[in-house]
């Protein structure tokens, strides 16, 4: 992989660190991000368990940041306990963000669960709740969302404080999805999908996207991006194929799209 050019500041602002497929060889990982540029990464959590090894490795790097949260698929698995522990844990000063939390009715593997007992609704009830912490603890919200969208939105009207900050990972909605989010004034995170052959949806979204409003995220070990798509384990490294592309679809120079996006990412979750 070619060394990106000097002075060039990317944040990854939406990694899975934690997640075994990088966990145990952190130490490289963090030294080949560095070397490609990254300068700080967000690591987010999914579940009570993943979210206690985030605390745990944002008080050992300091250049980590990290969110706690619980992604959509695990809804019918959580407890009132761990609705308690997030509220904690969420006071963690280098706690930047609540997520990922949304909706996800693509797999729907969430019917009911103790939060939900009376009816089908687990997802929606666990996204309402982390939404409620966020506004408690002023801090933004990261959101899920697959085959969900008008369902996300009517959530986020109708229970997300007003002055909660919003940001939608990992996109892939259309030009007019793109629109009513922007619209609604939330921000925008693009991953390596940018870069794949059948992903043209996703560049012409990122095409109306204002710098101000974007961020990019490698969803690591997910989704690597073109060239390494299906042959390596994604990485924060491989953030900067994400911005390049980006970058030809902006006709900007990389350096400059760079510090765009890493001062709105900056903005976003109040990073020193």
Not at 49 to 58: G, L, Y
Request: charged share 25%; aromatic share 8%.
């Amino acid at each position: 992989m070619p060394l990106p050019p000097k002075m060039i500041n990317l944040i990854d602002s939406h990694a899975h660190l934690t997640f075994k497929e990088l966990a145990g060889s952190l130490n490289s990982v963090l030294r080949r991000s560095s070397v490609a540029g990254v300068t700080k990464c967000i690591t987010i959590g999914t579940d009570a368990e993943q979210n206690t090894k985030v605390i745990a490795i944002i008080d050992e790097y300091e250049n980590l940041f990290g969110s706690v949260g619980i992604h959509p698929h695990y809804a019918s698995d959580v407890l009132a306990a761990d609705i308690e522990e997030m509220k904690e844990l969420a006071k963690h000063k280098k706690i930047v963000a609540i997520g990922e939390t949304g909706l996800d009715f693509h797999y729907n593997f969430s019917t009911c669960g103790e939060l939900s007992r009376t009816k089908p609704d687990a997802q929606k009830d666990l996204f309402k709740a982390l939404l409620e912490i966020a506004a408690e603890r002023k801090l933004p919200v990261i959101i899920h969302s697959r085959d969900a969208f008008d369902e996300t939105i009517e959530i986020i009207d109708k229970f997300a404080d007003k002055n909660t900050k919003i940001v939608f990972h990992c996109w892939g909605g259309t030009a007019d999805q793109t629109k009513i989010v922007l619209d609604k004034g939330f921000y925008i995170s693009f991953t390596g999908v940018i870069t794949f052959k059948n992903a043209q949806q996703t560049r012409n979204a990122a095409k109306i996207v204002p710098l101000e409003k974007m961020m990019i995220e490698t969803d690591c070990p997910y989704m690597s991006p073109e060239p390494f798509r299906k042959q390596k384990i994604n990485e924060p490294a491989l953030l900067i194929h994400i911005a390049q592309k980006i970058a030809e679809l902006k006709q900007v120079s990389l350096e400059s799209f760079a510090d765009a996006v890493a001062k709105t990412t900056k903005q976003f979750f109040n990073l020193p």
